[in-house]
C-alpha cells in the first residue's frame, strides 16, 4: 500500500464528472488497484475513488500542466468502464510504502455470525429451491459469508450484515468480480442480507444487480422452535 499526502487537484470522467480543486489530501494506493482520496474530516468515507479493477499510472505532466505547478500525473484507469480518476499533484509532502500482507478478515460480532449460522440452517428463507453449498466460502480477498445455489443451479453469494451499509455492497461487489472469473462458479449472482439495510446501500446493491433482503433475527431463531410457541 502506498500513501501520499500531497497538494493535489483530483478530476473524476465516466459515468459522473467532479472536481476536487487544489487542497493537501491523503493518496491510498492500494494493491487491489484501487486509488482514494482522502480529506482530514469526513471520517473513513474518501473524496473520491477508484474502485478495482483498475491500473494506476504515473506520468510526468504535460508543458502546459508544468507551467501551472503540476510535478507528477496519477492516472487511474478502470479495467471494465470508461471511468477514469486523474490526480495533478503539485507538491509531495510524504510518500511512503507498506507490505501489510494478507489480512485474516473481519471478525463478526455475535449477532451476525449467528444471523450466517441461521440463514446457512434455514437457507430456503431466501428463495424456495434454494440450497446451501458452505458457510466462509473462501475468496482470494476474504471469505463469501454463504455460497448457495438458487433454484436453478446458480451459484449465489451471501453477504451477511447486522446493519447494510455501503461498505457491504462494496465487499460483496468486490466478492463477485473475483467469483464471476470462475468458470467452474460463474454465472455467480449476490444477494446482500442485513437486519436493516441503508436506502443509499439498497440503491447501489440494486443498480449493481444485488438483490436485498431484510432478516428478522427473532423470525430466524423462532424457525427451529416452531411447535413450542404458544400461539
Known amino acids: 500500500m502506498r500513501l501520499v499526502i500531497a497538494r493535489c487537484s483530483v478530476d473524476y ?12 489530501r491523503l493518496l491510498i494506493a492500494k494493491a487491489d488497484g484501487s486509488v482514494l482520496v482522502h480529506s482530514d474530516g469526513g471520517s473513513y468515507k474518501p473524496l473520491n475513488w477508484m474502485s478495482p479493477p483498475a491500473k494506476l499510472t504515473v506520468s510526468v505532466p504535460e508543458e502546459d500542466q508544468r507551467e501551472a505547478g503540476v510535478v507528477e500525473t496519477w492516472t487511474v484507469q478502470h479495467a471494465k468502464t470508461d471511468d477514469r480518476l486523474v490526480v495533478s499533484i503539485h507538491e509531495v509532502l510524504h510518500d511512503s510504502e507498506h507490505e501489510l500482507g494478507v489480512d485474516p478478515g473481519l471478525v463478526k460480532d455475535g449477532v451476525e455470525a449467528h444471523l450466517q449460522k441461521l440463514l446457512a440452517e434455514h437457507i430456503a428463507t431466501l428463495g424456495e429451491g434454494y440450497t446451501l453449498v458452505r458457510r466462509e466460502y473462501m475468496t482470494a480477498i476474504g471469505p463469501v459469508d454463504i455460497l448457495a445455489r438458487d433454484d436453478a443451479g446458480r451459484a449465489v453469494a451471501v453477504e451477511i450484515k447486522r446493519r447494510g451499509e455501503i461498505d457491504g455492497v462494496e465487499q460483496l461487489t468486490r466478492y463477485l468480480e473475483l467469483m464471476n472469473r470462475d468458470p467452474l462458479l460463474a454465472p455467480v449472482t449476490g444477494v446482500f442480507a442485513a437486519q436493516e439495510i441503508k436506502p443509499q446501500a439498497r ?8 438483490r436485498c433482503v431484510v432478516l428478522d433475527y427473532d423470525a ?8 413450542s410457541r404458544l400461539f
Open 13 to 24: 470522467a465516466g459515468r459522473l464528472t467532479a472536481h476536487l480543486p487544489l487542497a493537501t
Open 220 to 227: 430466524l431463531r423462532g424457525i427451529d422452535d416452531v411447535d
Open 203 to 210: 440503491t447501489l446493491a440494486t443498480d449493481r444487480g444485488i
